[in-house]
C-alpha cells in the first residue's frame, strides 16, 4: 500500500476580536514633518477651527454631515433650519414620512438616498444608543451615510474628540504641500497624525478644508495669495516670506 502523507497541519483561527495591526508605513516626503507643522501654525492665524455646517447639537452635525455629501455647507444650511424644526431629535426623524423628509432637503441633491440615509441613521441611533450620538468611531461609521471622514468630523466637532478628517481638500493640500505622497485617506491620516500633536488634529483638517476651498483650489490654486507659498513644493510664485527654517 502506498504510504499515506501526514494531514496538512490547520493554521489556528484568529481569536475573535482581535485586529490586524496596519502595515508599516514606508517613510513621508523628506522634510514632511517640518511642512505640516509650519502649515499648521500658519493657517490657524487665519481660519478658525470650525466647520461650516451649521449645528445644535451631535445629532444636528451628524445629519447636516450626511446631507453634505456632493453639495456645498451653503446649501445644507438652508435646509437644515425647516428640518430640524420639524424633527428636532433622532426619535422623530425615525418616525418622519419620506416624502416630507424629500421635500425639505431636495436643494442639496440626491434627495431620496440621502433621505434613505438620514431616517435609517435616525433609527439607528434611537435602537442602538437611545437616540444619542455615540462619541466612537467604530460606531459612528456603522452608521448610514457616515464614512470614516465624516467620523472624524463629529468626533472632533461635537465631543472635542481629535480626529483628522480626509476629504478632497485635504487630499489635494497634504500632497501639494509634500506631506504625503499616496491619495489613500486612511494612509494620509495615518502620516499626518504622526507629525502634528493630537490636540490639532481636528483644526488642522478643518483649515486644510478651508484652505483648499478658498485659496488653494483644485484647478487653478492662487499660489500668489498663499501664506505657504514659501515653503509650499507645489508653489508655482516667488516665496512671498522667508525660507522656513527646519524643525526636528
Known amino acids: ?40 501654525e500658519r493657517l490657524r492665524d487665519i481660519y478658525p477651527a470650525a466647520t461650516e455646517l451649521d449645528h445644535g447639537s451631535p445629532f444636528e452635525m451628524l445629519i447636516a454631515t450626511i446631507l453634505s455629501a456632493q453639495t456645498t455647507d451653503r446649501s445644507v444650511n438652508l435646509v437644515t433650519p ?73 468626533l472632533g466637532v ?7 478628517a480626509v476629504d478632497t481638500h485635504v487630499t489635494r493640500l497634504t500632497n501639494r504641500l509634500g506631506l504625503v505622497a499616496t491619495r489613500d485617506p486612511v494612509k494620509i491620516e495615518r502620516y499626518v497624525t504622526k507629525m502634528v500633536p493630537p490636540r490639532e488634529w481636528t ?21 500668489e495669495e498663499c501664506v505657504l507659498n514659501d515653503f509650499c513644493p507645489s508653489s508655482s510664485v516667488r516665496p512671498r516670506r522667508a525660507s522656513l527654517t527646519r524643525r526636528t
Open 1 to 40: 500500500m502506498p504510504e499515506r502523507k501526514p494531514a496538512a497541519k490547520r493554521k489556528p483561527a484568529p481569536k475573535p476580536g482581535r485586529k490586524r495591526k496596519p502595515a508599516p508605513l514606508p517613510p513621508p516626503p523628506r522634510g514632511a514633518r517640518s511642512r505640516a507643522l509650519e502649515a499648521d
Open 82 to 154: 425647516k428640518l430640524f424644526q420639524r424633527y428636532p431629535t433622532a426619535a422623530d426623524l425615525a418616525a418622519a414620512d419620506p416624502a416630507e423628509v424629500e421635500q425639505l432637503i431636495k436643494p442639496t441633491g440626491f434627495f431620496r438616498a440621502k433621505t434613505r440615509s438620514i431616517i435609517s441613521a435616525a433609527r439607528q441611533l434611537v435602537e442602538r444608543y437611545g437616540g444619542e450620538v455615540p462619541a466612537r468611531l467604530d460606531e459612528l461609521v456603522t452608521l448610514p451615510g457616515i464614512g470614516r471622514k465624516t467620523a472624524n468630523v463629529i
Open 158 to 164: 461635537a465631543f472635542d474628540i481629535p480626529g483628522f
Open 203 to 223: 483644526g488642522f483638517s478643518l483649515r486644510l478644508i478651508l484652505h483648499g476651498r478658498r485659496v488653494c483650489v483644485a484647478r487653478r490654486p492662487r499660489c
